[in-house]
């Protein structure tokens, strides 16, 4: 007689739009808008992510029948561009070594370092049975092919636990994230805070606004417009010229994003002298915020904090949202009240010597990203913290 498992079985799907949506977010859940069939639809049909960026889809489909039992987003990559998760120094150790690191698997929401679920597991399925038959299945698709490793970025903390246990490798890092502790207003979040930074907040909300006409505009749903868009896009370019040489997102993701999900979008734009000059692209969770993308065009004093820290915080407490997550690194967004929170990866690695090598630098990464984490706490601004 057949064990549950063995009357699953796993395929293999080349892009987002060989799922249906509906088995997709069923899987995924409706909490958090990076894991929906829109969002994987929006950069693969963009071309964003796709085989001519680097970004090949193969994700892996676990099948009980006709149903769908669950999902790993996977993509067959050689680069380790748009990850948020550096392993540039592993590779070209290996390849010192005469290995071959590209190309590699890679579970991630493409451009995205926002911790969520990436075994998408259908409700009425054991998560941890089709963990293990989705996380068996990638290495063996990595060991029958020749690919040197296969990496899951951004996991939630439960994923990262069940999986280390099953030997994948475990690798640390920290965000700077907002919690709401039941304020009604950003005035009570002033008032946790130790007075110095009060008077450091508002003195920043003022200066990105007064004397220089700025206006603030916080658009969502049908108040969006193609000009809101058009405008965001200049500036998410200008700066992405700047700071990454090639951005990762085009008009047609903007475009896809604004037809399937404009009501889970927050974009908070600033417009001067009659121009859109600066614009923080959001996605709004079930109780989460999720800051991704920023840009200007002018820059002016105090106007990054406003439009992608302080405006977010505004829409958090106004909407009941537990967190604002405001994206990767950035201390200082310790003084603006966002505070160290871990985040996880998890890597398989075939090779038994860089294994070991990996594993011991990993050890003390983790070391290092905890204490590190402490001290920083140690300096956050609110009152309690300070014995006030």
Known sequence: MESPEQQLRIEIAR??????????DSCAGPDNPFVSHAFFTCVEASGCASDQTGWAPHHLVLRDG????GILPLYLKNHSRGEYVFDQGWAQALERAGGRY???LQSAVPFTPVTGPRFLVAPAFDRAVVERLLARAAVDIAEGNNIATLHITFPTEGEWQRLGAEGFLQRTDRQFHWDNQGYGSFDDFLAALASRKRKQIRKERREAVEGNGI?????????LRPEHWAAFEHCY????????????????????????MRDRVLLVMARRAGRWIAG???????????????GC????????????????????????????EAGAQGE???????VPRETYSLHWIGDPGFRRAVDDYLRREREAVAAEADELADHAPYRHEEGR
């Open 297 to 324: 065009i002018e820059d002016h004093p105090c106007l990054h904090f406003e439009v992608c820290y302080y405006q977010a915080i505004d829409f958090a407490i106004a909407r009941g949202l537990t967190r604002v």
């Open 102 to 104: 590209y190309p590699k």
């Open 66 to 69: 006709a149903t769908v039992a």
């Open 280 to 294: 923080a692209l959001n996605l709004i969770g079930t109780d989460t915020l999720y800051g991704r993308n920023w």
């Open 332 to 338: 200082h967004k310790l003084a603006r009240g966002y």
């Open 215 to 223: 206006e603030i505009h916080a658009l969502t749903g049908d108040a």
């Open 15 to 24: 892009g987002v739009a060989g799922i249906a949506a509906a088995d997709w």
């Open 237 to 260: 370019l200008a700066t992405g010229a700047v700071k990454w040489g090639t951005p990762y997102l085009n008009s047609d993701f903007f475009r896809r994003l604004h037809e399937t």
